[in-house]
């Protein structure tokens, strides 16, 4: 799943061409499943804050973070979001992608995911023949 805060519309628009199962971050929400997180850059180079709760509730089960940002405002702090999350809480920074992005950003973040996710289940369907 994709968990996605967007301010602009920017990430809501990318997180619907993906076609892959998302949520929208929210006040107070709170996973069961494994997620990859996917936030715009706040400011110069922050996390929002909304994200920054998410991810005190939820950082645990995050497998990767991708950041959109605007790199006009140059590359320093261009997606400093992904960089700030994957720091934090030592997740891999899968990509980021300045505004709404372009098919390849997609593809690599559809690759990503299921390599992500296949290996998740595959190690799901080992503990479940271990027992």
Sequence with gaps: MIAF??????VRYIVSRLRL?????SDGLKLSEPFLLF???DGLGDVPRAVTQFMERNG???R???ASGNSNFG???FGGAGDA???QWRVPLVRKIDLRG?????EEIRRYYERCFREERKSDEVLLEVK
């Design 85 to 87: 999350v994957a720091r």
């Design 5 to 10: 805060a967007s301010r602009t519309g920017n």
């Design 60 to 62: 645990a089960l995050c």
């Design 102 to 106: 372009f098919a390849e950003d997609y």
């Design 64 to 66: 990767g973070v991708i």
């Design 39 to 41: 936030t715009y850059t």
């Design 75 to 77: 590359h320093l702090v």
């Design 21 to 25: 199962p998302a949520i929208e971050i």
